[in-house]
């Protein structure tokens, strides 16, 4: 797994996904109104969702002070989401290999604290797809309000799903314009 982070990183953010690990890609809508509430608390004003994914898989977000945690296939026990306040795109793009759903992409805009829509900066979150087992998480982040190949940078991360390892991997953050250093991507156990 260490491997495909240097790649990244040593070849300009190219990214060299073996044939074996390529997939397929597959869109499903994420609408926040077609979620069914699992908890919500006044304190805090937080709510917890499950939401329809791709292939029978429940997608989970977790919203709260206007900062959002999703998760892919099964809840992973962690938030991870931006500094900022930030809102998830309504639709997510699936890699699939065989017809299994093995990553998501999902892109989070990001509020620069500029109040026009057109400034908001623009992340994809790149994330394992989980099972009830064994938890997916982050794979890694890519800046897409600075990089016009944005998505095909994502797309080689999520490729690499099957080798990355939850419990001792973290997520790459790839791409990175100057000013999205700053905003701090946050994650810790609930």
């Given amino acids: 797994m260490k491997i495909w982070v240097a790649t990244l990183a040593a070849a300009g ?3 060299a996904v073996p044939a074996a690990a ?21 304190e805090g004003q937080s709510v917890e969702l499950e939401c329809p994914g791709h292939h029978g ?5 977790t919203e709260g002070d206007l900062r959002f945690d999703v ?16 809102s998830p795109h309504t639709t997510i793009e699936w890699r699939v290999t065989n017809g299994t759903p093995l990553a998501a992409i999902h892109r989070f805009f990001l509020d620069t ?6 400034r908001k900066k623009q992340v994809l979150k790149i994330s394992k797809v989980g099972s009830a087992s064994k938890p997916g998480c982050p794979i890694a982040y890519v800046d897409a309000s600075a990089h016009k190949n944005a998505n095909l940078l994502a797309r080689g ?12 991997d973290k997520p790459v953050i790839v791409g990175l314009s100057d000013g999205l250093k700053g905003l701090g991507i946050m994650s810790m156990n609930q």
């Fill in 113 to 118: 604290g500029e109040g026009d829509a057109a």
């Fill in 157 to 168: 991360a999520a490729d690499m799903a099957p080798a990355f390892d939850c419990a001792t």
């Fill in 71 to 86: 998760d892919y296939g099964a809840p992973d026990g962690r938030w991870d989401s931006f500094g900022p306040f930030n």
């Fill in 57 to 61: 898989l429940v997608v989970y977000a």
């Fill in 22 to 42: 390529a997939g397929d890609s597959v869109y499903t809508k994420f609408d926040l109104g077609q979620c069914k509430v699992i908890r919500e608390q006044e």
């Fill in 13 to 15: 953010f190219a990214v």
